[in-house]
């Protein structure tokens, strides 16, 4: 096992009614206004957009609202955040929405504390200090309620990057599963993609991994896969839900990769491009490129597919293992092939070489050139 530090200091809330507290919870922080941050229409329709400016007002802290959010967040919008962060004086930022909403949320509290463009952020810039975030979701799938990492597309430029500081975990993240009745099917699919990715990633690329490690993330994995299931059929299930949101906050705070040497992501790197350039769903994305990139860099970790398809599924070589991931994958209703997307075999090339991008941000362009990245999705 390597060693390691591992420091999460946000305060996770899990449970029904939950976000009825938020309120009490920025008063006994001494916040009386908060920048509310939100998706475009579905905490309207559900009804927690009045119950959250209800509550907020019972405690006397003043709201100013920031909806519109996209489900791949563009710096235009994060941009006007700030903007409305600094002018209107804020004390705090409220996501209330899905990994989306909490990603932007988090450029904004940092951005918000800065005398630059919050595009520098992205780009190299290290805070030195973030507004307080807290968050209430209505989706789970990206972790970013317990981690500190954020994703913002420039429309500008088509690039889609990240970044993280120690100043933007949430400092209270609340989940309420019973929020994600209303979610649709196929959502659901992706954000299950999602999170078994984040922790796939970890398990194939690290160079060594303690069996604890291995058992952890297999289990996450089956988690989700078996959650996902019981929610398809019954989605009113709060056990499962309640089961699936935990297993994908798991999958990136942080605990999967302890004790991990050298590892990587290098199908959010491509994947970052489709949905820059084409509006992919995340999670739809990641489930055209993992099938694709497990068939091309399995050779280098045998022993760790052949577990995986031992592990996850029952079976016996590799190759069936990564044929039952992508079938599970269509199951339940998520693309595997980029023609799906409306991504054709002409697109490739101008999608590898805006990944290419990512690749050398990331110190990963060693391993991954433009050639390689090409290779891999063809065979998507």
């Given at each position: 096992m390597e060693a390691f530090n591992y420091y999460n200091p946000t305060r996770l809330i899990y449970g029904v009614d939950k976000q009825q507290e938020i309120g009490q919870i920025l008063k006994g922080d001494g916040i009386d206004k908060v920048l509310m941050v939100y998706g475009r229409s579905s905490i309207k329709k559900s009804g927690l957009y009045d119950e959250i400016l209800?509550?907020?007002?019972?405690?006397?802290?003043?709201?100013?609202?920031?909806?519109?959010?996209?489900?791949?967040?563009?710096?235009?919008?994060?941009?006007?955040?700030?903007?409305?962060?600094?002018?209107?004086?804020v004390q705090a930022i409220l996501a209330v929405g899905g990994g989306s909403v909490v990603d932007e949320s988090k450029a904004i509290a940092a951005g918000a504390c800065m005398d630059e463009d919050v595009?520098?952020?992205?780009?190299?810039?290290?805070?030195?200090?973030?507004?307080?975030?807290?968050?209430?979701?209505?989706?789970?799938?990206?972790?970013?309620?317990?981690?500190?990492?954020?994703?913002?597309?420039?429309?500008?430029?088509?690039?889609?990057?990240?970044?993280?500081?120690?100043?933007?975990?949430?400092?209270?993240?609340?989940?309420?599963?019973?929020?994600?009745?209303?979610?649709?099917?196929?959502?659901?699919?992706?954000s299950a993609v999602d999170a078994i990715t984040h922790v796939l990633e970890v398990y194939f690329t690290?160079?060594?991994?303690?069996?604890?490690?291995?058992?952890?993330?297999?289990?996450?994995?089956?988690?989700?896969?078996?959650?996902?299931?019981?929610?398809?059929?019954?989605?009113?299930?709060?056990?499962s839900r309640a089961e699936f949101a935990l297993a994908t906050t798991w999958a990136l705070n942080g605990l999967a990769a302890i004790g991990v040497k050298k590892y990587g992501f290098p199908n959010h790197m491509i994947e970052h491009s489709l949905s820059?350039?084409?509006?992919?769903?995340?999670?739809?994305?990641?489930a055209i490129v993992l099938p694709a990139w497990m068939k091309w860099y399995s050779n280098n970790r045998p022993e760790v597919f052949l577990r995986f398809a031992e592990q996850i599924f029952g079976l016996n070589t590799a190759d069936e293992g990564i044929d039952a991931l992508e079938a599970w994958f269509r199951k339940i209703g998520a693309p595997t092939q980029l023609k799906e997307m409306s991504v054709e075999q002409y697109d490739i090339q101008?999608?590898?070489?805006?990944?290419?991008?990512?690749s050398r941000k990331w110190g990963m362009s060693d391993q991954y050139s433009q050639d390689v990245i090409e290779q891999v999705l063809r065979l998507a």
């Amino acid at each position: 096992m390597e060693a390691f530090n591992y420091y999460n200091p946000t305060r996770l809330i899990y449970g029904v009614d939950k976000q009825q507290e938020i309120g009490q919870i920025l008063k006994g922080d001494g916040i009386d206004k908060v920048l509310m941050v939100y998706g475009r229409s579905s905490i309207k329709k559900s009804g927690l957009y009045d119950e959250i400016l209800k509550v907020l007002d019972t405690q006397g802290v003043e709201v100013i609202e920031h909806g519109g959010v996209k489900s791949n967040p563009v710096l235009s919008h994060t941009r006007l955040g700030v903007d409305l962060a600094k002018a209107e004086q804020v004390q705090a930022i409220l996501a209330v929405g899905g990994g989306s909403v909490v990603d932007e949320s988090k450029a904004i509290a940092a951005g918000a504390c800065m005398d630059e463009d919050v595009w520098n952020l992205f780009t190299g810039t290290k805070p030195n200090q973030a507004l307080p975030l807290y968050a209430v979701l209505t989706l789970s799938a990206t972790g970013s309620e317990m981690n500190s990492g954020g994703v913002v597309t420039n429309e500008e430029t088509q690039e889609k990057f990240s970044f993280s500081s120690p100043y933007t975990y949430p400092k209270v993240s609340i989940v309420n599963p019973a929020l994600t009745y209303s979610l649709p099917m196929d959502y659901l699919a992706y954000s299950a993609v999602d999170a078994i990715t984040h922790v796939l990633e970890v398990y194939f690329t690290a160079e060594a991994m303690p069996l604890m490690k291995r058992r952890f993330i297999e289990n996450i994995v089956l988690t989700i896969i078996e959650t996902t299931e019981r929610i398809m059929e019954q989605p009113t299930d709060y056990d499962s839900r309640a089961e699936f949101a935990l297993a994908t906050t798991w999958a990136l705070n942080g605990l999967a990769a302890i004790g991990v040497k050298k590892y990587g992501f290098p199908n959010h790197m491509i994947e970052h491009s489709l949905s820059a350039l084409y509006d992919v769903p995340h999670g739809a994305g990641l489930a055209i490129v993992l099938p694709a990139w497990m068939k091309w860099y399995s050779n280098n970790r045998p022993e760790v597919f052949l577990r995986f398809a031992e592990q996850i599924f029952g079976l016996n070589t590799a190759d069936e293992g990564i044929d039952a991931l992508e079938a599970w994958f269509r199951k339940i209703g998520a693309p595997t092939q980029l023609k799906e997307m409306s991504v054709e075999q002409y697109d490739i090339q101008e999608v590898a070489s805006n990944a290419l991008l990512t690749s050398r941000k990331w110190g990963m362009s060693d391993q991954y050139s433009q050639d390689v990245i090409e290779q891999v999705l063809r065979l998507a």
